[in-house]
């Protein structure tokens, strides 16, 4: 089964302060995406990439740096956050040739801005 | 753009209920139409996929039907069990080879033992 595995699982910051959260697959999948997932809006995508060192913007991209450093990992970037970055959040990959096909979601990450 | 409504945002029901979970969609061309299902502390799977081809999905007793001309693709199932209580989320995706989800906003199951 494939295997995304994100960390931490649960962080809480202050108003301001600089969070980096970490994904990694082992999927040999070549997409990989960050979703946020609140309540009354569902899953909403913020960054994408298709390869290493690519980056593509998603749909609710503000406030959010994200970079690809290898096919493995995928990191998400908030250098100054707000309350309203406050969200569960998802990492997932899916494969190249049809990368519609199936996306594998990690467990999610907690974040929580004070 | 593409977008997915998903109206009902909380269903409850007994086990041996009949499920029904409605979605409409909203896109300029046919997409490819997906149901995850995401249960308690863990991330969103596939619970199954229906294109302009097939019409039609089956996958652990659910199954949702591709309707084009009510643009719609409800989830239903016969008889429910407390382990579907989960979160279920409508999505699709533009064309056959796209690579961007766009989900609806989800409906939470609860089944009564």
């Known amino acids: 089964e494939a295997a995304v595995t994100q960390s931490p699982r649960n962080k809480v910051t202050v108003t301001g302060g600089n969070v980096t959260l970490s994904c990694r697959q082992t999927n040999s999948h070549n997409y990989m995406y960050w979703y946020r997932q609140d309540t009354g809006h569902g899953l909403r995508l913020i960054h994408y990439s298709y390869g290493a060192g690519n980056l593509q913007i998603g749909d609710v991209p503000d406030g959010y740096k994200a970079t690809r450093t290898t096919q493995e990992d995928f990191f998400l970037l908030l250098e100054l956050a707000s309350p309203s970055q406050t969200s569960l959040y998802f990492c997932a990959s899916s494969g190249r040739d049809r990368p519609n096909e199936r996306l594998f979601f990690g467990h999610g990450t907690k974040l929580s801005v004070l | 753009g593409d977008s997915v409504t998903q109206k009902q945002g909380q269903v409850t029901l007994s086990e041996d209920d009949f499920l029904f979970i409605n979605c409409t969609y909203s896109t300029t061309t046919y997409p490819t139409l997906f149901w995850y299902v995401q249960y308690p502390g863990q991330g969103p799977q596939l619970l199954l996929k229906v294109t302009t081809a097939n019409n039609k999905g089956i996958s652990r007793g659910f199954e949702a039907t591709y309707d084009k001309g009510t643009t719609s693709f409800h989830l239903q199932k016969a008889s429910v069990q407390e382990s579907d209580s989960a979160v279920y989320f409508c999505?699709?995706?533009?064309?056959?080879?796209?690579?961007?989800?766009?989900f609806g906003t989800g409906t939470s199951l609860l089944v009564d033992p």
């Open positions: 999505a699709l995706v533009e064309g056959n080879m796209g690579y961007k989800l766009t």
